[in-house]
């Protein structure tokens, strides 16, 4: 900016006034945000306001939460600090868990069939005979699998499999032996059980254990990562007597039919009705049957005979032996998953809503489908006002995915760095932009935090050995002036920024040329410099971080002292 560039002037020119922003730096103080359904930066003015309702999708618990969860649940928690700490909006926040999910399904039987087998002990031989066994139909998954990724990380499962084999047919036998290969077969093996167990399970316990758990764990992360808590909570389980009324609506309005006991959303029939459109989000991916079919879920691979079109979508499936159920006027089944934020969101947030966030990989099918669902089920062209969408996170430029088996868990990255310099990062990225996880980003990270503390330290510093009472009140000289007029227009570059779709990159980089600035007052003051000065840039500058969530306590000046216990400990101890 020329206004911070022209900050560093005053060092040489001392005799100088404050410099205007001109014309071509004034901004409108008016919040855009960037709404995926448009596809550019619009004013935001809620339905109600003060009030925003905003309903975010969380977690499908299966597994435990990754820094992709990270990436979507820090930028959201971020967003509504902005709104509510910063612009004053009293924001009324919904988020979602997936429990009843294919993945949650696929998951707890495959974990429950094969601590059974491994209880029993199998000798080394009957390991090797079943291994085999397990091996013929994973590799055929690993030649038919479309995404080259994906198809690596299958290849290299049988590899590895294979590798362990060989060791063990030339080295002697032993119980060591009987674990490694458990091991190294674990994904081939417990697939093979479950096509050969799974629908004979009858104890549906195991999935809700399963979820539990890592709902559990899921709160703990957000915990450690200083991420507020929702104001409401909600889970499938709890919803499914609202998720039938919803689908018995959206079937008496003619956008719906049963099908051997289960129930698809008519798309053509959707998209022929005057009022509606189909994929607002994405309506290039119409017909990408892949992303659909990922979207239906692996156990729903045999539901395409049922449908009337391929893009047609379940929104109550059938379930089959081995499977949770719930009672339906259609038969005993269990919600599809696009239907269940649609109902989620609209029992408590009302038919319409401000906004809608979730990660980018949700665009489409399931973001469409919701809209789809649910201009369906109360005969309107507008459901939510806003999509917004984080960005994706990679690994060192590389994509990150549970399903290729090459995820950091958010507990692995707390190991490594703080939550505060995990959200500093994050704060150096555009919320809506890919986000590499590299070495690279976090030095970044780390030298804001260690420029930022600095910078308090020495303003706390000055404080403790400013004079007392009014011979603490200095006249402000030439650079004084200057420098707080340098303080005026951080405030306003800042609040620019946030204004333009919240862009925290540029105003973290507004706060370090503030920080930049003051340090060259300090570095160039001969005489007594104005700790009161120091300490109103210093209570600005804590105060944003503190909007960011970067501070989480109520310090007037810096970051937070070292406690004995962090909150990661805490975090953990409730497990």
């Avoid at 450690?224 to 609506?249: C, G």
């Avoid at 990660?359 to 005969?379: C, M, S, T």
């Avoid at 707390?414 to 704060?427: D, G, I, N, T």
Wanted: proline residues 4%.
């Amino acid at each position: 900016m020329r206004a911070c560039r022209a900050a560093l002037l005053f060092i040489s020119r001392p005799t100088s006034l404050c410099v205007r922003m001109d014309s071509s730096n004034a901004q409108s103080s008016e919040l855009k945000l960037y709404n995926s359904l448009t596809r550019q930066k619009e004013s935001f003015v809620p339905l109600a306001p003060p009030t925003v309702t905003w309903y975010s999708c969380g977690p499908t618990v299966y597994d435990a939460a990754h820094m992709g969860h990270a990436r979507s649940y820090i930028t959201f928690d971020i967003l509504r600090r902005v709104l509510s700490d910063y612009f004053g909006y009293h924001v009324n926040y919904v988020m979602n868990i997936t429990d009843i999910d294919d993945k949650i399904i696929r998951r707890a039987r495959r974990n429950h069939l094969l601590e059974n087998y491994t209880s029993d002990e199998p000798s080394l031989s009957s390991l090797v005979t079943d291994v085999n066994a397990a091996l013929k139909p994973f590799t055929e998954k690993a030649r038919r699998e479309s995404d080259p990724d994906k198809q690596k990380m299958l290849q290299g499962v049988v590899e590895k499999v294979r590798t362990t084999l060989q060791e063990i047919a030339t080295e002697e036998q032993s119980k060591n032996s009987v674990a490694s290969l458990l091991s190294a077969a674990a994904d081939p093996l417990s697939d093979w059980l479950d096509s050969r167990l799974g629908p004979h399970i009858t104890d549906k316990s195991i999935f809700a254990s399963l979820t539990q758990r890592f709902e559990q764990e899921f709160h703990c992360d957000m915990e450690a990562l200083n991420v507020l808590p929702a104001d409401v909570l909600t889970r499938v389980s709890e919803y499914v007597p609202e998720v039938v009324d919803y689908i018995q609506e959206i079937v008496a309005k003619g956008f719906a039919y049963e099908s051997n006991g289960s129930v698809y959303f008519d798309v053509v029939k959707f998209s022929s009705a005057p009022d509606h459109t189909y994929a607002k989000l994405v309506p290039e991916a119409v017909g990408n049957l892949t992303a659909l079919a990922e979207g239906e879920g692996e156990l729903s691979a045999g539901g395409q005979a049922e449908k009337r079109a391929p893009n047609d979508f379940a929104l109550w499936k059938a379930s089959k032996a081995g499977e949770p159920e719930w009672p339906s006027p259609w038969g005993q089944g269990r919600p599809g998953w696009h239907i269940e934020c649609s109902v989620m969101a609209c029992d408590i947030l009302g038919e319409k809503a401000d906004i809608h966030t979730g990660g980018v990989d949700l665009k489409f099918p399931h973001h469409d489908n919701e809209i789809a669902q649910a201009e369906a089920r109360y005969g309107s062209d507008q459901w939510m006002s806003f999509f917004l969408h984080s960005g994706h996170l990679t690994i060192a430029g590389c994509k990150m995915s549970k399903s290729l088996k090459n995820f950091i868990t958010i507990k692995q990255a707390l190991e490594k760095h703080s939550a505060r310099q995990l959200r500093l990062a994050f704060l150096l990225h555009s919320w809506s932009a890919t986000l590499d996880y590299s070495q690279a980003t976090m030095r970044e990270a780390q030298y804001y935090e260690k420029m930022f503390n600095e910078f308090f330290l020495t303003v706390k510093d000055l404080l403790r050995k400013q004079p007392k009472g009014v011979d603490s009140y200095l006249k402000f000289s030439d650079r004084e002036k200057q420098l707080l007029c340098r303080l005026t227009e951080a405030r306003a570059a800042v609040h620019a920024a946030l204004c333009d779709s919240v862009d925290t990159p540029q105003a973290m980089r507004v706060m370090k040329e503030l920080v930049n600035t003051s340090n060259i007052y300090l570095s160039e003051q001969s005489g007594q410099a104005n700790a009161r000065l120091l300490h109103s840039i210093a209570s600005y500058l804590t105060a944003m971080l503190r909007v960011f969530g970067v501070i989480s306590d109520s310090s007037p000046v810096g970051f937070p002292l070292a406690t004995t216990q962090s909150s990661e400990n805490m975090c953990f101890s409730c497990l």
